[in-house]
């Protein structure tokens, strides 16, 4: 089967992080912070390698920390959930938000009643227009800026840095969910000025299920969202204050972070640029088949350059369901419906049934586009 369904994780994954988690379980799967042997030392090794790699991937400081969750929304929960808020407070989102975020700013919300402000965005183009952001800073002050960096529904990357200058005037606090764009797109969380940083280790970093993230700075007040066992300062019937210990609670899922490891020195060996750049070629050549085909609607940015390798696209008088069982049936996987995101779709207009979505990876190729065009053309000649 082709697989184009990228953008709800990457598969395969590149071949060394088969190789490392079979030899984690087979070596040393023992526990991290839980033991004084040796096994458990060179487990707490790895763990303590990937937070580096994650580090300089980011272009951290020393005084930023790494934070390993099982799933993106789960950082997502800690973060939102354990900043402090005003009563009648301003929180910026863009129009495409995941569930994660979606879902429990709506829960804050009620308890807060916080106010909701998207970021302006052309609609036609897909583009943002940054004295227009600026505008509406000044008519309504940020107190939070959350920023999804490309949408998992149409690929639209948002240029983080130069919306978080604007906001950073107002001393909002920024966050930045990379769950679709770390490992894929250079990111300076320094020169960005983001506050928290949350990444998904099975998706765009190539690293299996069950070790994402987020990243922030040891001095940033956090409350915990969960409490239980550390591995340290057992007698102290509070959580520690340090970090990670304090979000960390429970066993740490080492298995999934040995994998993400070996993912790590993939994008390293590989390099970032390299990945990017074959990645737009194919999402170039994927908009180009499609385009092609007057029947086909997409939904993407006027730019590639603002673009990942996640493509919506539909055909009208069809539901997006039949579309893809269709191309089930000839050994093509995509994903259909809302992606979870349906104010992204509320936006473009493909509610309540939603799109056909193409999730590109590096080892994707062109035969794979090929292929989706001719099934394309088969399906276009029955309908």
């Keep these: 089967m082709i697989y184009m369904d990228n ?37 707490s090794r790895l763990v303590q390698e990937t937070r580096i790699k994650l580090k300089t991937l980011f272009n951290c400081k020393p005084e930023h920390e790494v934070i390993f969750t099982p799933s993106a929304t789960e950082a997502i929960n800690i973060i939102l959930q354990g900043l402090t808020y005003n009563y009648d407070e301003t929180i910026y ?36 227009d940054l004295e227009e952001i600026k505008y509406k800073f000044q008519e309504k002050r940020p107190s939070k800026v959350i920023l999804n960096h490309a949408s998992n529904v149409c690929g639209l990357i948002t240029p983080i840095g130069e919306i978080t200058k604007l906001a950073k005037a107002y001393n909002a606090e920024i966050i930045a969910d990379c769950a679709q764009t770390a490992g894929l797109l250079e990111i300076d969380l320094v020169a960005d000025k983001v506050d928290f940083l949350i990444f998904a280790g099975h998706k765009t970093l190539y690293g299996p299920l069950g070790a994402s993230g987020f990243i922030m700075e040891r001095s940033k007040a956090l409350r915990p969202l969960m409490y239980g066992g550390t591995g340290v300062e057992s007698a102290n019937p509070k959580l520690p204050k340090k970090l990670p210990d304090k979000f960390e609670v429970g066993s740490i899922n080492i298995h999934a972070i040995s994998g993400l490891n070996a993912a790590l020195r993939f994008i390293e060996e590989t390099g970032i640029q390299n990945i990017r750049k074959k990645e737009k070629k194919l999402t170039l050549k994927a908009i180009e088949t499609l385009k092609k085909h007057r029947e086909i609607k ?17 055909i009208p008088g069809y539901s997006a369901d039949i579309i893809g069982n269709f191309l089930n049936e000839n050994e093509i996987a ?46 276009l000649l029955e309908i």
């Design 298 to 314: 997409l939904y993407t940015p006027d730019d590639i350059e603002n673009q990942v390798g996640i493509i919506s696209f539909n």
């Design 334 to 379: 995509v994903r259909t419906g809302l992606q979870c995101a349906p104010q992204a779709h509320k936006f473009l207009g493909t509610d309540p049934a939603g799109t056909v979505r193409i999730g590109l990876s590096y080892f994707n190729n062109l035969a794979d586009i090929e292929q989706l065009d001719n099934v394309l053309e088969e399906l």
């Design 93 to 128: 989102i863009t129009h495409f938000e995941h569930n994660g975020v979606l879902r429990t700013l709506n829960h804050l919300q009620e308890k807060y009643n916080l106010q909701i402000e998207y970021i302006p965005i052309d609609k036609e183009s897909l583009s943002y």
């Design 7 to 43: 953008a709800a994780t990457t598969f395969p994954k590149p071949e060394k992080v088969y190789e490392q988690m079979d030899k984690f379980y087979r070596q040393y799967g023992v526990n991290v912070g839980r033991g004084q042997h040796n096994l458990a030392s060179k487990a």
